[in-house]
């Protein structure tokens, strides 16, 4: 029932939600997991513990996500740049993602999770691909959250790749190319419109993320390293982005009230 706090919340997530308007949730929310290295660092751990800890944090996120009703959940697991660094820690990371995805098909299926993946994952290792395939097609019939896991994705690769597909599809047409062509060719044409951005670990950048979507969308960064990230953190920047006044480059509300109002007594 909408209003009705979910029964998986523990209190303090609970008293959050309280204060949540859930008939204005951000449909789609996505999420720059970062500070794992630094997580581990303050803790003397080498970065792969990070990481692992990490995976903690994905499933609380996916978990409050699925239990709130967000429609959309994008998380940044790995950049196009991320194959920069040391061997061990790639591997590490396609092991998690492999693992995870494998253990959480269940729970994923169970609570209805329909799972999606954007980047250039044909340039990922095959075993990484066959889990991909196998976690897309076993909760293709899902119909509650879409989690959309970004694995060699950059946003710069994304646009081009748009660009090209939509020139591809014009037949040698001389027509020029829309902002509309190009948002039909996203790798997230068919997720809703990004409502929300969240950055971990307190750094001010995009890091080549969303760079298109993100036009619009609230940004919300927190000082939290990404271990430490968790469902009480997700209801937190949902209330933040509440208190936001969206407005897309026209008015708000009030000062649309106002200018009518004068132009009103202009006219009159
Ligand atoms: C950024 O922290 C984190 C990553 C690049 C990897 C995130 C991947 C996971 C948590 C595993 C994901 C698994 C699934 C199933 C989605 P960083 O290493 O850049 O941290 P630093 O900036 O402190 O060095």
Redesign the pocket.
């Known amino acids: 029932m909408p209003g009705e706090i979910p029964a998986t919340l523990n209190r303090e997530e609970a008293v959050l939600y309280a204060q949540l308007d859930p008939a204005r949730l951000p449909r789609h929310i996505a999420i ?10 303050q803790r003397f751990l080498p ?1 792969i513990e ?6 903690k ?2 499933r609380n996120t996916i978990r409050m996500a699925s239990d709130i009703g967000v429609l959309a959940l994008t ?5 196009n740049e ?1 194959w920069k ?1 040391p061997r061990h ?1 790639v591997d590490f ?1 396609m092991m ?2 492999q ?3 494998c253990n ?1 098909l269940p729970a994923l299926r169970e609570n209805n999770v329909r799972v999606s993946c954007i980047g250039r994952c044909h340039e990922l290792p095959t075993s990484v691909q066959d889990v991909i395939a196998m976690a897309c097609e076993g909760t293709a019939q899902c119909t509650g959250l879409r989690l959309n ?1 970004a ?1 060699n994705y950059s946003a710069k690769a994304e646009i081009a790749d748009a660009v090209n597909a939509a020139l591809r599809q014009r037949n040698g047409s001389p027509a020029p190319v829309t902002e509309e062509d190009i948002s039909q060719h996203l790798y997230t044409r068919d997720l809703p419109e990004l409502d929300l951005l969240i950055r971990t ?1 307190g ?1 001010l950048r995009l890091s080549n993320f969303l760079l298109w979507q993100a036009a619009y969308a609230e940004l919300y960064v927190t000082p939290l ?3 430490e990230f968790g469902g009480a953190s997700l209801l937190e920047a949902i209330l933040d982005f509440q208190k936001r006044d969206r407005r897309f480059g026209g008015l708000s509300m009030a000062a649309e009230a106002v200018a009518a109002e004068s132009s009103g007594k202009s006219s009159q």
């Open positions: 720059i997991m970062d500070g794992n290295g630094r997580w581990a660092k970065r990070g990481h692992r800890t990490g995976v944090a994905v998380l940044y697991a790995f950049s991320n660094r820690e990371i998690l993602v693992r995870s995805l959480e896991l694995l670990s750094e390293l990404w271990p």
